[in-house]
């Protein structure tokens, strides 16, 4: 009888389907098009107000903006300054839904004399008509959700600036981004309060760094990504490029400097957001991966990945990343033939919960969103046309 009831216990164990269970993975489901929104060469980024798709560059020569709706509709456009060349290159909203585009004009019509060196960490366009040596007075533009133009705000510098991220609250507009000239290569961020008055500009390393991405924290100061090849703060370079996460008071005085490094190899920080969630780069040799972590408020990683894929990696909120993937994610049922983008969305605890990925033929990234509207929206370049894509359950 003991005998009997051990066999059958044994086999209870043996047949139950939760025993030694293989998880299953998740399904990576289609991201469907929105709309497209202009040309590679054209298109530095999108923001949405309301629900109005806008959409921010350079065309000849010129800084623009212009509004869409979900249909492609176009609502205005907008020249954004009169000089003979400007880059728009950054953007946000406000509240009420008014636009804030930060970019560069020249500091006069005409410029002569030897081009100092270029920066582009943003991969922002700069049209090949402009000389770039003119490029260095930082503008900021106002416009209304109806696109007019209600304000422009320009501070002066010594080199050519090249804005990447913009935070902005009540009591003003941070911005972020990296300057260069014949003996610097930086980043920086400067303050424009309520009133249009620019503060002096913090400038973050002096010869190799770069700054990417800004997000005030609810204690009122900013955190600042991006990478540098240099020290910093005290903190020397531990790999070839380190990426950097930079922590900055409102009076714009670094407070700490957290490196992130892989030995003999590069890392840069593409992205945070306002909960810590950071996306980036890691290549060793031919190496290539993106990486996504999740940072306490003290910048301490509570959980990370490693993820085969190249290029940029953009994250919004406390859940998503995007990115190009070109290799296999165990949790997933996912192996791509070529490079996708491909979204993935995290539970609260770390753990991938979704993931979405976009047509094939979409070579490169512009950024993400995530909308109250329209969900999640990957903005990718193929050849010929920027696009957005968004879940296909909404």
């Not at 585009?101 to 366009?125: E, H, R, V, W």
């Not at 007075?137 to 320009?154: D, H």
């Not at 903190?235 to 407070?255: E, M, P, Q, W």
């Amino acid at each position: 009888m003991k005998r009997l009831i051990a066999l059958v216990v044994i086999g209870l164990l043996v047949f139950s389907p939760n025993a030694q269970a293989v998880p299953k993975k998740i399904t990576v489901n289609s991201l469907k098009l929105l709309t497209t929104v202009g040309l590679p060469s054209e298109v530095s980024g999108v923001v949405v107000s309301g629900k109005n798709l806008i959409v921010f560059g350079t065309q000849n020569s010129k800084a623009y903006a212009r509004a869409l709706n979900s249909t492609g509709t176009e609502l205005w456009k907008l020249q954004l300054d009169q000089s003979p060349a400007s880059i728009a290159t950054a953007a946000t909203v406000d509240s009420v839904g008014d636009i804030w585009i930060a970019g560069a004009t020249p500091l006069a019509a005409t410029s002569t004399g030897t081009q100092p060196p270029a920066i582009n960490p943003d991969n922002a366009l700069i049209p090949a008509t402009t000389f770039i040596g003119d490029l260095k007075a930082l503008t900021v533009w106002k416009v209304s959700s109806t696109g007019t133009l209600t304000a422009t705000y320009t501070s002066p510098t010594s080199n050519v600036i090249l804005p990447t991220s913009l935070a902005l609250d009540d009591s003003g507009l941070a911005i972020a981004g990296s300057i260069a000239g014949e003996k610097v290569n930086a980043g920086f961020i400067i303050f424009m309060n309520s009133a249009g008055l620019y503060s002096k500009t913090l400038q973050i390393g002096t010869a190799s760094t770069t700054i990417e991405a800004i997000t005030r924290n609810s204690d009122k100061t900013f955190t600042l990504v991006g990478s540098s090849s240099e020290t910093i703060a005290g903190k020397r370079l531990a790999g070839l490029t380190d990426g950097v996460i930079v922590k900055v008071t409102k009076s714009l005085k670094i407070t700490s400097m957290v490196r992130s490094s892989v030995s003999k190899g590069k890392r840069i920080w593409n992205s945070t957001s306002s909960s810590l969630l950071l996306g980036g780069e890691v290549v060793v040799g031919n190496k290539s991966e993106v990486a996504v972590t999740k940072f306490s408020s003290r910048y301490v990683p509570t959980w990370t990945y490693r993820f085969a894929g190249t290029g940029p990696a953009f994250t919004t909120g406390s859940t998503q990343v995007v990115f190009i993937s070109n290799g296999v994610i165990p949790q997933l049922a996912w192996n791509p033939k070529v490079p996708t983008a491909l979204l993935i969305t995290f539970n609260s605890k770390g753990a991938i919960s979704a993931a979405d990925s976009a047509p094939v033929g979409q070579r490169s990234l512009i950024g993400s969103l995530d909308s109250k509207d329209f969900g999640p929206m990957v903005i990718a370049s193929s050849a010929d046309l920027v696009s957005i894509f968004v879940r296909n359950s909404r």
